[in-house]
């Protein structure tokens, strides 16, 4: 079969805004909670952002310097630009259609309001004027645009407002347009008092008030117009790591460039004049393809805050509680001893990760830690416990990626912290971004030195163990920590990449190892035997890898993946992909682990991993991917991944022409349904409901 690259791939960049608007459909979704859904939105918003500063800014840049180099679809750039223009020109439309048409009435309904200007009573009115001028007025630097003030910077992402002035100031000038920067330090969302306004959760955009009484910052003159709004900017971090003497001073520098690099897209309040948005466009290089006109908040992420700043646990997901698992509730080096043991985040907590590490660092016949962070959070337990184990002589060693995208601060900062105890940190490979997820601790026993290790798909970060889905696995396989001592010996050390007994590690056997799984599948299928291959990963785009699995769907491998994400893979095509489906899962926790099912004629195996299977996964990271030896353990994750693949309530199907379809089967969804099996969250959720059906008086009498 000869097919055109287009026919063979689906574009990276537009099945990323496939996925953002799937997320965008759970904010219109009645079978959410209202502030879920004001949750969803606002995520929308945020991946729009995250696209525009790293894979639109990319496109741009091969743009301005003429490169004609054709995506895995067939699309030069230019043509890719105009794509992406045209589906992000309507998402954004879709976006603030829910915002205003939906999700902003129903909030309302509820009795959280968002209060417009015609809308203010007097009481409101007299209570803002006098916020703005003692709170807002104070640290607002209004720029008047002439010679002597040329247009200012913007910050990447900031709160700008473009006024239109007439009259004269003091000295007599009248350049007709000033430049108004809202400081990130002041609030988007303020909340009026129940005692001047009639409703006990009513809010005004910053935007609003100071659209209401930007006159006082320009005495004696008079605003005619006053329109926000936020530029954005390619935040690519770029670093010469063969160059850099030290790559976290060299990062620690570059950092800062981040506010200001290229303009990419320009964010404009709908109805602001087009003499005003020519004049932007001119002044920050922009094009009218770049230009996203919003009917409401700029910036929608900043109505995150208000779920956080209204008691209204009806309008929630019903709260659950983290099962700690018995095994974990004493010697965890014992329990591991035992037998293999495994943590589903986030219906597991993620307490017995932090607690081995803990007991690591008290325990006298621990002699070494050494475990690899990527993202850990400003605050992290983790990081605690690898600071007491160094203070009490302990060895630690901590691989510390310092590249990981938006957490580069938090990063250093960790380092640094680490290596004021005396922990040994380093800064993984140059050019290969350390993404594994591992921990050794090597521990004295009477039978001699023992290992134990800790590996899992997501990172070690507290906050996101509650809210994305991971696995965690503890073992003392001594095959299985051999090759995670290998691993963390070339991350700090220098040598040949050792032969590996258990693990497929990126960027030397990940790829090779599960192209040879899948040729299996394909001689089993050939052979008549049994042959299937189930993947659930975060994406799915490096061609060789799409290549093989169509391969098998051509040998009749029967595949079923789940695919968060972006996706490449064009199932259903007749003769190519017909056995192939794609499915996507979008729900109340952000799916995030990556587990690779092999039937093996009947012998299954069944891989987790930190990649997902992209290029940079898979030859320019450091990355692992362990198999599930224990045959409990085994098929406890296999019975989740069939449920994952087989789940119709809470997912949509990627078709042939990269669109997909909500299947919205009845019946609950896959992640309600393992909340209530691993949870009891079932029982938690009616008690939820019911206490919030109880009056109000008989709540407060309770």
């Excluded at 990276?12 to 805004?17: G, K, P, Y």
């Excluded at 009481?123 to 703005?132: G, I």
């Excluded at 995670?484 to 590690?505: D, I």
């Excluded at 042959?531 to 799409?546: D, G, H, T, Y």
Aim: proline share 4%.
């Amino acid at each position: 079969m000869s097919l055109k690259p287009a026919e063979l791939f689906l574009n990276r960049e537009l099945s990323l805004l496939q996925f953002n608007r799937r997320v965008l459909a759970q904010s219109l979704d009645d079978s959410v909670p209202l502030l879920e859904r004001l949750k969803f939105l606002c995520i929308a918003s945020s991946n729009l952002d995250e696209f525009f500063e790293i894979r639109v800014a990319g496109i741009k840049q091969q743009m301005k310097t003429g490169v004609q180099q054709r995506s895995t679809d067939g699309l030069q750039p230019a043509e890719l630009f105009k794509l992406i223009s045209d589906e992000a020109h309507a998402l954004v439309e879709e976006q603030y259609r829910a915002f205003n048409e939906v999700v902003i009435p129903e909030l309302e309904q509820a009795g959280i309001r968002f209060l417009r200007r015609a809308a203010w009573t007097a009481e409101v009115d007299a209570w803002l004027r006098n916020f703005f001028l003692t709170e807002l007025l104070p640290v607002l630097s209004p720029i008047g645009l002439d010679p002597a003030h040329p247009f200012p910077r913007i910050l990447n992402k900031s709160l700008n407002f473009i006024v239109s002035l007439s009259g004269k100031d003091a000295f007599g000038r009248n350049t007709g347009l000033a430049i108004v920067q809202a400081p990130r330090a002041l609030p988007r969302l303020i909340r009026i008092p129940q005692k001047v306004s009639e409703g006990k959760d009513d809010f005004v955009f910053l935007s609003s008030v100071i659209h209401a009484y930007v006159d006082e910052l320009f005495p004696g003159m008079e605003a005619s117009g006053c329109y926000q709004f936020r530029v954005t900017r390619n935040s690519d971090l770029l670093v010469d790591e063969q160059e850099a003497e030290d790559l976290l001073e060299e990062l620690e520098d570059v950092l800062e460039q981040r506010q200001w690099g290229d303009t990419v897209r320009l964010e404009i309040a709908h109805n602001c004049p087009g003499d005003m948005q020519q004049y932007l466009m001119e002044v920050l290089q922009l094009s009218e393809a770049d230009i996203y006109r919003c009917n409401g908040p700029v910036n929608l992420m900043r109505l995150m805050a208000v779920p956080d700043l209204v008691e209204r646990p009806d309008l929630k997901y019903p709260p659950f509680t983290q099962k700690l698992p018995k095994w974990s509730q004493g010697d965890l080096f014992a329990a591991i001893r035992e037998k293999d043991r495994l943590l589903h985040h986030p219906y597991d907590a993620f307490t017995p990760v932090v607690e081995l590490l803990r007991q690591s660092a008290k325990d006298a016949n621990v002699l070494a830690i050494k475990q690899t962070l990527y993202r850990t959070g400003a605050k992290s337990p983790v990081v605690d416990a690898l600071v007491e184990a160094a203070r009490n002589g302990k060895e630690v060693t901590v691989v510390v990626e310092l590249r990981a995208r938006f957490d580069e601060a938090d990063n250093i900062d960790l380092a640094e912290r680490l290596q004021e105890v005396g922990a040994h940190v380093v800064y993984g490979v140059v050019g290969y971004k350390t993404h594994a997820k591992m921990m050794l601790i090597v521990r004295r026993e009477e039978s001699g030195l023992r290992n134990y290790v800790h590996l899992a798909t997501g990172n070690y970060h507290l906050r996101t163990s509650r809210l994305y889905t991971d696995y965690g696995l503890m073992t003392a396989d001594a095959e299985i920590c051999k090759d995670v001592h290998t691993v963390f010996h070339q991350l700090t050390s220098l040598g040949k990449a050792a032969k590996m007994h258990r693990l497929l590690q990126s960027p030397f056997t990940m790829a090779s190892g599960m192209h040879a799984k899948i040729e299996r599948e394909i001689t089993h299928a050939k052979a008549g035997k049994p042959a299937r291959i189930v993947a659930k990963m975060n994406a799915l785009v490096e061609p060789e890898m799409i290549g093989r699995l169509y391969a098998a769907s051509q040998a009749g491998v029967k595949i079923q993946l789940v695919v968060r994400g972006m996706c490449s893979l064009r199932p259903g095509v007749k003769g190519l992909s017909e056995h192939i489906e794609v499915h996507s899962v979008i729900g109340r926790f952000l799916e995030h682990h990556r587990t690779f099912y092999f039937e093996n004629g009947g012998d299954p195996e069944v891989y987790l991993s930190s990649a997902d299977w992209m290029e940079r996964n898979l030859f320019r990271r450091v990355e692992i991917a362990f198999p599930l030896l224990d045959k409990k353990v085994r098929a406890e994750v296999t019975e989740q991944l069939m449920a994952y693949a087989e789940d119709r309530a809470q997912s949509w199907e990627l078709r042939a022409d990269g669109r997909y379809e909500r299947l919205g089967g009845g019946g609950k969804g896959v992640q309600t349904r393992l909340l209530e099996a691993l949870t009891g969250y079932e029982a938690a959720e009616a008690k939820v409901v019911n206490q919030m059906l109880k009056p109000r008086g008989a709540r407060r009498k309770k």
